[in-house]
T-cell receptor, first 111, second 113 residues
Framework: QKEVEQDPGPLSVPEGAIVSLNCTYSNSAFQYFMWYRQYSRKGPELLMYTYSSGNKEDGRFTAQVDKSSKYISLFIRDSQPSDSATYLC???????????WGAGTKLIIKP | EAGVVQSPRYKIIEKKQPVAFWCNPI?????LYWYLQNLGQGPELLIR????????DSQLPKDRFSAERLKGVDSTLKIQPAELGDSAVYLC???????????FGPGTRLLVL
């Protein structure tokens, strides 16, 4: 079993819908949680970064961390075709810089 | 500000041939990472540099892979000889001292025939 599990999709939704992307993990020592967006033939780009539990909002994006369930989510409101990309979660421990990555979920927003 | 620069963007070689990838990180970033990304997977760390020192190369297959960052700025990753299973995207990333965010380059897409 992988340390970080992420449904590969693809997830296809109509423009304007609310999107929910999720990752589960097994290592309770993870404290830093990140969401990266990767467009085709590009490198990953950091979208959201959360330390420990709680919610964080940035424009149309909201990241949630539930450490009791070992579950993190990224919500995208008012989704746009330009949000079509692969979304990767990544996380790490306090004492270890190394990021552990999910496999990524491919998101398609249909106009 | 220029981002992380990688070259070449694409490379096609025959198995057993050598290949090299180059990365120039964001100016002032002391930490440099090389990752490998297979299709449908997240990046896998190969090596991490702090300035010119390789502080973590535990996942670098040292029988065929090597890397250097001689002056603590740009870096080269080499594979010799390449195998069919090395076909992947090789990503370079950099971060500033004490910064959490890793900034990625566009990657080099390698195809070994």
């Amino acid at each position: 079993q992988k340390e970080v599990e992420q449904d590969p999709g693809p997830l296809s939704v109509p423009e304007g819908a609310i999107v929910s992307l999720n990752c589960t993990y097994s290592n309770s020592a993870f404290q830093y949680f990140m969401w990266y967006r990767q467009y085709s033939r590009k490198g990953p780009e950091l979208l959201m970064y959360t330390y420990s539990s709680g919610n964080k909002e940035d424009g149309r994006f909201t990241a949630q961390v539930d450490k009791s369930s070992k579950y993190i989510s990224l919500f995208i409101r008012d989704s746009q075709p330009s949000d079509s990309a692969t979304y990767l979660c990544a996380m790490r421990q306090d004492s270890n810089y190394q990021l552990i990555w999910g496999a990524g979920t491919k998101l398609i927003i249909k106009p | 500000e220029a981002g992380v620069v990688q070259s070449p963007r694409y490379k096609i070689i025959e198995k057993k041939q050598p290949v090299a990838f180059w990365c120039n990180p964001i100016s002032g970033h002391n930490t440099l990472y090389w990752y490998l990304q297979n299709l449908g997977q997240g990046p896998e760390l190969l090596i991490r540099y702090e300035n010119e020192e390789a502080v973590d190369d535990s996942q670098l297959p040292k029988d065929r892979f090597s890397a250097e960052r001689l002056k603590g700025v740009d870096s080269t990753l080499k594979i010799q000889p390449a195998e069919l299973g090395d076909s992947a995207v090789y990503l370079c990333a950099s971060s500033g001292t004490g910064q959490e965010t890793q900034y990625f380059g566009p990657g080099t897409r390698l195809l070994v025939l």
